[in-house]
């Protein structure tokens, strides 16, 4: 069973950046892919950036390109979404997730672990 151990939210002010990160127990995901998603108070979860571990290809949500950027620590069994300009909008709690598929997914039901979510807050 992978473990994903999501880390880096807080409270900040609108216009600065956090580095959130996602820390795997297993190796396995680097067979697959991994996801941000997040999820508002009364909001559905919604994707928003993903990342093929072979290889390294990325894509992401219209709705965030050009702010997020996801990439990936091989040694380190990690993932990192870097939240550049943060908006009050960008508040919610943000979850990794790793699919054992090595496909680019924008749908939550393929992906087979999730973390437990870090709250990211931002101040306007």
């Known amino acids: 069973q992978v473990q994903l151990v999501e880390s880096g939210g807080g409270l900040v002010q609108a216009g600065a950046s956090l580095r959130l990160s996602c820390a795997a127990s297993?190796?396995?995901?680097?067979?697959?892919?991994v996801g941000w998603f997040r999820q508002a108070p009364g909001k559905e979860r919604e994707f928003v950036a993903g990342?093929?571990?072979?290889?390294?290809?990325?894509y992401y949500s219209d709705s965030v390109k050009g702010r997020f950027s996801i990439s990936r620590d091989n040694a380190k069994n990690t993932v990192y979404l870097q939240i550049n300009s943060l908006k009050p909008e960008d508040t919610a709690v943000y979850y990794c997730?790793?699919?054992?598929?090595?496909?680019?997914?924008?749908?939550?039901?393929?992906?087979?672990?999730w973390g437990q979510g870090t709250q990211v807050t931002i101040s306007s």
């Open positions: 297993e190796r396995t995901i680097s067979s697959g892919a």
């Open positions: 997730a790793a699919s054992k598929r090595r496909i680019a997914t924008t749908q939550a039901t393929a992906y087979d672990y």
């Open positions: 990342i093929i571990w072979s290889g390294g290809s990325t």
